[in-house]
Each structure stands twice: as structure tokens, then as C-alpha cells.
């Protein structure tokens, strides 16, 4: 199993920042994509931004140019640097990620338990 503990949510101004941390811990194998997710109240969970085992970096439109993800191999660990944020990125954020382990050699998601971030007007 990967248990994932994120860490870095919060209340915000308008404008300002935060940064989320992910670690993924257990028996991993092998990660082929971390990334982060969010739900706001009353809507479907969209995706935020992902990166690959390369390196390579997906961003929702919603959210490009103003958040950043970007991960440590060596600590199995993902960040998100989101800067300029605005009342509509509140929301509970989940980390993802996308994993073969020593038990289960197919690739699997597994999902944080989510932190809260809110923007105040």
C-alpha cells in the first residue's frame, strides 16, 4: 500500500500564496505520476497539475501561470506552489498518485485525505 501525507493548506488572502507538500510513503515500487486534485463545495473534483517520472508538467488553464508543481524522487515527495491565488482555488485539495508497488505490480492511484485551502476576498 502508499499512505500519502500532504501538508500546507490553509486560510489566504487574495493574492497571496501557499505551498502543499505531499509525501508518499510504503511499499512503492514505482512512480509514474504524482499529482494534485480539487474539490470545491458542490462540484465535481477536477484535476489541478501533474508531473511525470520525467519531469513533465501538466497544468489545468484554470490555474497556469500561477501554480507550480514540482516533486523530490529522492523523498517520493510533490509540491504545489500556488501564487496569486483567488477566491474561486478554494477548495479541498488531494494529492494523487499514480504507483506500482512490491504487492501490486499493476498501476494504481492512491489519494491523499485532503487539505483545506481557502481564499478570502
Known amino acids: 500500500q502508499v499512505q500519502l501525507v500532504e501538508s500546507g493548506g490553509g486560510l489566504v488572502q487574495a493574492g497571496g500564496s501557499l505551498r502543499l507538500s505531499c509525501a508518499a510513503s510504503?511499499?512503492?515500487?514505482?512512480?509514474?505520476?504524482m499529482g494534485w486534485y480539487r474539490q470545491a463545495l458542490g462540484k465535481q473534483r477536477e484535476l489541478v497539475a501533474t508531473i511525470t517520472s520525467d519531469g513533465s508538467a501538466y497544468y489545468a488553464n484554470s490555474v497556469k501561470g500561477r501554480f507550480t508543481i514540482s516533486r523530490d524522487k529522492a523523498k517520493n515527495t510533490v509540491f504545489l506552489q500556488m501564487n496569486s491565488l483567488k477566491p474561486e482555488d478554494t477548495a479541498v485539495y488531494y494529492c494523487?498518485?499514480?504507483?506500482?508497488?512490491?504487492?501490486?505490480?499493476?498501476?494504481?492511484?492512491?489519494w491523499g485525505q485532503g487539505t483545506q485551502v481557502t481564499v478570502s476576498s
Open positions: 510504503g511499499s512503492i515500487f514505482s512512480i509514474y505520476r
Open positions: 494523487n498518485v499514480l504507483s506500482t508497488t512490491y504487492t501490486r505490480p499493476d498501476p494504481w492511484d492512491y
